[in-house]
């Protein structure tokens, strides 16, 4: 039922952006939460040809690997109705991420502010690729930030590129998806904490938040 009610949501959001502009622009996350959301979301009824869709964060793969971000959004939500939006990936075939960044956001610049923005969070508090003691953090909490940064979490097995805290917080529609007990409690913490601790709540201000057990 989540999945159900926050799909008519954001359809219905981006419908109204489309009304006003030409284009919108539609920031997503990865992970598992998504999925079913992406399986109702993309045989909505929208002007699909008119809609920019990029990751809010990438592990640096390849796309056809199973830990892609880019590969769960193409084949879960740009499919249906939805295969003709526009996907805009945050990854290039390159070594290290920090050598085409700034090719990146020159792609991704012209679609700011995010139209629409779905996030989920982690029960460590991080969201999108803004986690807690991360080397690169700091930085991208900076109200003066980039678009994009590179991060390499601790225990992570590959380095990373996301969205920075004030691109995902200026989008013009937020929500935050998070299932279970543990993450509703994590929510409540964060909203307690500073955004070094707890990056989520750097993103929080008008924020709808949809939880379900």
């Known amino acids: ?56 964060d990438e592990r640096w793969v390849p796309q056809e690997h199973e830990r892609s971000n880019g590969r769960l959004i193409c084949d879960r939500l740009l499919r249906a109705r939805a295969a003709s939006a526009t996907f805009l990936p945050l990854y290039a075939p390159v070594d290290m991420p920090d050598d085409v960044l700034g090719d990146i956001e020159t792609m991704l610049t012209p679609e700011l502010p995010i ?40 225990s992570m097995p590959e380095r990373r590129v996301s969205l920075t805290a004030r691109v995902l917080d200026g989008a013009l529609g937020k929500h935050l998806v998070i299932y279970g007990a543990e993450k509703r409690a994590a929510l409540e913490r964060a909203m307690t904490l500073p955004p070094e601790q707890a990056p989520i709540n750097a993103v929080l201000a008008g924020t709808t938040v949809h939880w379900a057990a």
């Open 1 to 56: 039922m989540l999945a159900l009610d926050v799909a008519h949501i954001l359809a219905e959001e981006l419908e109204t952006h489309l009304l006003h502009h030409e284009n919108a622009s539609f920031a997503v996350p990865g992970g598992t939460s998504p999925g079913p959301i992406f399986d109702v979301l993309c045989g909505a009824h929208l002007d699909w040809d008119r809609v920019r869709v990029f990751p809010t």
């Open 115 to 154: 139209s629409v923005l779905m996030l989920g969070m982690g029960a460590d508090m991080h969201t999108a690729s803004l986690f807690p003691g991360a080397d690169g953090l700091a930085e991208a909490l900076a109200p003066d930030a980039p678009v994009l940064t590179a991060l390499r979490p601790d």
